[in-house]
């Protein structure tokens, strides 16, 4: 079976394609399989020619290619990231066509899987007071986390945004680095400050932050506080101890809702078992008003090898729990 999509917009056409057709190695690539592709790709000029013995196959090529020339008709601009979304959310539904849509996007970021819209959705929801994002590093977890939380205060949805993470010591003894609170934590926070400056300028960041729409504080800071009208975020959760994480997750107030993100694979505690991530996930994952989104080596923002080597370590560690 063949098809030939026509691009009639050179400018959608380049970009689609992408530098040298790198965005149309991505999209053959994602039809892999084993030696061989299910689907061959081929572009001449302005059109891409489909060639494929299977039907759903060849209908989400077509509804890639699709995807793209809509997004671009939208936005005027590809970029890899836009490439990866419309390969993830490209899948047939039960009559085994591929539904043309809209990319989802949070601020200016384009999701790039189904999971992450789920947890982005999730963060939006009145109904999801307690969002957890769990995950390999790469995987949009904490940055995400903070756009939604500037989306949430810039609307007038909160009045401010409160990042707590655990010190690299589970102790937090930062007694002994000198400054001030802010300048003792902001190391540990620098992907935290990436991310805000990602979504507004150095001098809106600075006004909020002395306006206190903006604070941080390690998590031995939040005790015996009621957080109301704020967006938390609990960054590197799985280095929380039990007793922390329950003392942050009771700092819940009302008007408020909290992200909690980590990776259990990265715990840096003495004793794994002390982690207040794991635990917080086995007693509360089942209640109705938390949503937990577990992230995967698919959901990857990074460069592509590091999904590939998500997925080494992570098949490591389940063939060092078998042998044990």
């Given at each position: 079976?063949?098809?030939?999509?026509?691009?009639?917009?050179?400018?959608?056409?380049?970009?689609?394609?992408?530098p040298l057709h790198r965005h149309v190695a991505l999209i053959q690539d994602s039809f892999r399989k084993g030696e061989s592709?299910?689907?061959?790709?081929?572009?001449?000029?302005?059109?891409?020619?489909?060639?494929?013995?299977?039907?759903?196959?060849?209908?989400?090529?077509?509804?890639?290619?699709?995807?793209?020339v809509r997004h671009f008709a939208l936005r005027r601009k590809l970029r890899e990231a836009e490439i990866r979304a419309a390969?993830?959310?490209?899948?047939?539904?039960?009559?085994?066509?591929?539904?043309?849509?809209?990319?989802?996007?949070?601020?200016?970021?384009?999701?790039?899987?189904?999971?992450?819209?789920?947890?982005?959705?999730?963060?939006?929801?009145?109904?999801?007071?307690?969002?957890?994002?769990?995950?390999?590093?790469?995987?949009?977890?904490?940055?995400?986390?903070?756009?939604?939380?500037?989306?949430?205060?810039?609307?007038?949805?909160?009045?401010?945004?409160?990042?707590?993470?655990?010190?690299?010591?589970?102790?937090?003894?930062?007694?002994?680095?000198?400054?001030?609170?802010?300048?003792?934590?902001?190391?540990?926070?620098?992907?935290?400050?990436?991310?805000?400056?990602?979504?507004?300028?150095?001098?809106?960041?600075?006004?909020?932050?002395?306006?206190?729409?903006?604070?941080?504080?390690?998590?031995?800071?939040?005790?015996?506080?009621?957080?109301?009208?704020?967006?938390?975020?609990?960054?590197?959760?799985?280095?929380?101890?039990?007793?922390?994480?329950?003392?942050?997750?009771?700092?819940?107030?009302?008007?408020?809702?909290?992200?909690?993100?980590?990776?259990?694979?990265?715990?840096?505690?003495?004793?794994?078992?002390?982690?207040?991530?794991?635990?917080?996930?086995?007693?509360?994952?089942?209640?109705?008003?938390?949503?937990?989104?577990?992230?995967?080596?698919?959901?990857?923002?990074?460069?592509?090898?590091?999904?590939?080597?998500?997925?080494?370590?992570?098949?490591?560690?389940?063939?060092?729990?078998?042998?044990?």
């Amino acid at each position: 079976m063949n098809r030939t999509i026509s691009i009639p917009d050179s400018a959608a056409a380049k970009d689609i394609f992408g530098p040298l057709h790198r965005h149309v190695a991505l999209i053959q690539d994602s039809f892999r399989k084993g030696e061989s592709h299910t689907v061959d790709i081929r572009v001449s000029g302005n059109e891409v020619m489909l060639t494929s013995d299977d039907a759903q196959e060849l209908a989400r090529a077509e509804g890639i290619f699709a995807t793209l020339v809509r997004h671009f008709a939208l936005r005027r601009k590809l970029r890899e990231a836009e490439i990866r979304a419309a390969i993830s959310f490209a899948t047939p539904n039960a009559d085994g066509e591929v539904e043309l849509r809209d990319l989802p996007t949070l601020g200016t970021f384009t999701l790039q899987t189904p999971r992450q819209q789920r947890y982005v959705e999730a963060m939006r929801s009145e109904e999801k007071p307690l969002v957890f994002g769990v995950g390999p590093a790469g995987t949009g977890k904490t940055f995400l986390a903070v756009t939604a939380a500037v989306e949430a205060l810039r609307n007038g949805l909160v009045d401010k945004i409160i990042v707590t993470r655990p010190a690299v010591e589970a102790g937090e003894r930062l007694g002994f680095l000198p400054g001030a609170l802010e300048e003792k934590v902001d190391p540990y926070l620098q992907p935290i400050w990436d991310a805000f400056r990602s979504q507004m300028r150095d001098d809106e960041l600075k006004q909020r932050r002395e306006q206190n729409k903006i604070e941080v504080a390690p998590i031995a800071f939040m005790r015996g506080r009621t957080l109301t009208n704020a967006f938390v975020i609990v960054d590197e959760a799985q280095n929380a101890t039990i007793q922390q994480m329950k003392m942050v997750l009771t700092r819940l107030g009302q008007g408020s809702r909290m992200v909690v993100t980590g990776d259990p694979s990265q715990i840096d505690l003495p004793n794994e078992r002390m982690s207040g991530l794991d635990h917080a996930l086995s007693i509360l994952g089942r209640m109705r008003r938390i949503e937990v989104v577990r992230f995967t080596a698919q959901d990857v923002m990074r460069h592509d090898l590091v999904a590939e080597i998500v997925e080494a370590y992570d098949s490591d560690e389940r063939r060092r729990r078998q042998a044990t």
